[in-house]
Nanobody, 127 residues
């Protein structure tokens, strides 16, 4: 059973960089053909796919984030990290890390392509 756990600060100041780490157990982030993604849900809105890092280490992002997002990984710790720069109050959301289903033929960019998700962590952007 794959388990994911998000960690990071719950409060970030505007214009700063948000950094969240996902620790994975019960699975290995380099295993073919899984993608490890970040999803968020702003208050009163639906789930939004932000980006993912593939088993290969390649990264993919939602165009809506306009190059503010960066995903990296530490294979020795079986963790992957999201960094979101220049945050504004509109980045306030519950952030989830997630694992996709076997995706050997395409990059999973929709929520329903992810079958395991962490419990989520609230991040508020405020001064």
């Amino acid at each position: 059973q794959v388990q994911l756990q998000e960690s990071g600060p719950g409060l970030v100041s505007p214009s700063q960089t948000l950094s969240l780490t996902c620790t994975v157990s019960g699975g290995v982030i380099t295993t073919n053909y899984y993608y490890w993604g970040w999803i968020r849900q702003p208050p009163g809105k639906g789930l939004q796919w932000m980006g993912a890092i593939a088993y290969s280490g390649n990264t993919y992002y939602s165009s809506s984030l306009k190059s503010r997002a960066s995903i990296s990984r530490d294979t020795s710790k079986n963790q992957f990290t999201l960094r979101l720069s220049s945050v504004t109050p509109e980045d306030t959301a519950v952030y989830y890390c997630a694992r996709s289903r076997d995706s050997r033929w395409h990059v999973p960019r929709t929520i329903d392509e992810y079958d395991y998700r962490g419990q989520g962590t609230q991040v508020t952007v405020s001064s």
